[in-house]
């Protein structure tokens, strides 16, 4: 079965820093991936998706992920974060063959203004 | 477009009690899925409709929950009698036929005392 690690529980960062969130999955074929997010109050967005092609994804609000096939990898960053990037961000994977995710624990982030 | 919705927000309910979680998915999106976050702990899936029919159930807990879709439209998740255990938020997606993406609702917390 796949599964996800997510490193951080809970990052802290002033506003303009860089973020990067790491995500490590376990082999298992076809690899797919998703990063979303929920903000404070709200429902999980999808951020960005990897299915195949370019290893670095581009997702919406300035956030990208890079693919990295040898490292069993796909860290979210963004080059500057806004206090508006309070959220916690989830990673994760679909199981093989079928249509279920599965989530890693997910990173609070906390952006302070 | 109407989103994921899910009703109520929040439910504080007594051990021994039943309650009965409601999740309209997004019009046309034929595949409904249930996944709970028990507190500290990673969003884990529950189960699968296509349509009116359960795909896989594979992450139910155990008999004391019950999903059901008639029709094909909303979904319903009771849970009889409720434990402590069972506190957490639940989340229903829905997703249409093939789709990619997994659409959230913002989740019922449940809270059982």
């Known amino acids: 079965a796949q599964s996800v690690s997510q490193h951080n529980h809970h990052v802290i960062l002033s506003e303009a820093a860089s973020l990067e969130l790491g995500c490590n999955y376990s082999?298992?074929?076809?690899?797919?991936l998703f990063w979303y997010v929920q903000y404070p109050g709200q429902h999980l967005q999808l951020l960005l998706k990897y299915f195949s092609g370019d290893p670095l994804v581009k997702g919406i609000k300035g956030f990208e992920a890079e693919f990295i096939k040898s490292k069993f990898s796909f860290n979210l960053r963004k080059p500057s974060v806004q206090w508006s990037d309070t959220a916690e961000y989830f990673c994760a994977v679909p199981g093989a063959g079928s249509y279920q995710l599965t989530f890693g624990k997910g990173t609070k982030l906390s952006v302070i203004p | 477009e109407a989103g994921v919705t899910q009703f109520p927000s929040h439910s504080v309910i007594e051990k021994g009690q039943t309650v009965t979680l409601r999740c309209d998915p997004i019009?046309?999106?034929?595949?409904l899925y249930w996944y709970r976050r028990v507190m500290g702990k990673e969003i884990k899936f529950l189960l699968h409709f296509v349509k009116e029919s359960k795909q896989d159930e594979s992450g139910m807990p155990n008999n004391r929950f019950l999903a059901e879709r008639t029709g094909g439209t909303y979904s319903t998740l009771k849970v009889q009698p409720a434990e402590l255990e069972d506190s957490g938020v639940y989340f229903c997606a829905s997703s249409q036929q093939g789709g990619t993406e997994a659409f959230f609702g913002q989740g019922t917390r449940l809270t059982v005392v």
């Open positions: 019009s046309g999106h034929d595949n």
């Open positions: 082999y298992g074929g076809t690899v797919n």
